[in-house]
C-alpha cells in the first residue's frame, strides 16, 4: 500500500518536472527567436539586445486629425481610409518592436509630444493614395543637422521594407510633404527620423488590407537593422584609443 502511494507521488512529481522544463525550453526558444510562426508565416520577433530599451517613436499617420486618402465606391461612400491602415500598422510595429526589447510610443499626425522629442528614432507610417499604381517610398527630412545618420536610416527602411513585403520602391513620387514633413521640424534636430509611406490604397490594396503584418514586419526590420548599425558604430568609437 504504502509502495503504491510513493510511486504515484514520484510520478506525479515527474510529470510536474516535465512539464516545467518543457516550459522553460519553449520560453527560451521563443526569445532567442524559434517561435513558431504566426498565420501569415512570419516567425515572432526575438529579442534584440541592441534595441533594448531603445526609445522608438512611431507616427500613426493622421491620426487625432483626419482620415488621410480614401478609396471611395462610385456613390462616394468611404470603403478604405489611410488612417485605419496606418493605425493597425503602427499597432503590430509596437508590438514586434517591443517584443525586440524596444521602448516604444505611438503618437498622433499632430501630438504635442513631437515638440523637442529625443528619441533613438522616429518613423512616421502613411499610405498612398487610392489610385491604381504600386509601391512603397521612404524619405528622411532634406535639411537633417545628421545627413549621415538620417542615410543610414534610409538605406535601412529600403532594404528591409521591399525585402518583407515584395513592394518595389516607387520613387518618383516621393513630394516635399515627405521631405520637408512638419514632424521633421518639430522633433530634437539630434533625433533620427523618416517617413514611409507603406504603398498605395488602390494598387497594393490586398498587402495592406489582408496582410498588414508583412507591412509591420518591414518597418520593424528596418528600425532595428538602423538600432544595431548605431549600437555597433558606438561600440566601435568607444573601443578606438
Ligand atoms: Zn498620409
Known amino acids: 500500500m504504502r509502495h503504491d502511494a510513493l510511486n504515484q507521488a514520484s510520478r506525479i512529481l515527474l510529470t510536474i518536472l516535465l512539464v516545467a522544463v518543457g516550459g522553460i525550453a519553449l520560453l527560451m526558444a521563443r526569445t532567442a527567436g ?43 461612400n468611404v470603403l478604405l481610409t489611410e488612417a485605419s491602415i496606418n493605425a493597425t500598422v503602427a499597432e503590430q510595429t509596437a508590438r514586434r518592436l517591443r517584443r525586440a526589447g524596444a521602448d516604444v510610443t505611438i503618437l498622433d499626425e499632430y501630438d504635442d509630444r513631437l515638440r523637442g522629442l529625443e528619441a533613438s528614432v522616429l518613423v512616421s507610417i502613411h499610405a498612398d493614395s487610392c489610385i491604381d499604381a504600386s509601391g512603397y517610398k521612404a524619405a528622411v527630412h532634406t535639411y537633417s543637422q545628421i545627413p549621415e545618420t538620417s542615410a543610414r536610416l534610409l538605406a535601412c527602411i529600403d532594404q528591409a521594407y521591399p525585402a518583407a513585403t515584395g513592394l518595389p520602391h516607387h520613387p518618383d513620387t516621393v513630394t516635399h510633404n515627405m521631405t520637408e514633413y512638419h514632424a521633421f521640424k518639430r522633433i530634437d534636430p539630434q533625433t533620427p527620423a523618416a517617413i514611409v509611406e507603406l504603398g498605395f490604397l488602390g494598387g497594393d490594396q490586398a498587402l495592406l488590407v489582408d496582410h498588414p503584418e508583412r507591412a509591420a514586419k518591414g518597418i520593424t526590420d528596418g528600425i532595428l537593422c538602423f538600432l544595431e548599425g548605431e549600437s555597433a558604430a558606438r561600440q566601435a568609437a568607444e573601443a578606438a584609443p
Open 34 to 76: 524559434f517561435g513558431l510562426p504566426d498565420a501569415s508565416g512570419l516567425l515572432p520577433q526575438a529579442v534584440v539586445g541592441a534595441a533594448w530599451n531603445d526609445q522608438v517613436a512611431l507616427i500613426s499617420g493622421h491620426a487625432g486629425n483626419d482620415s488621410g486618402a480614401v478609396c471611395e465606391d462610385a456613390a462616394g
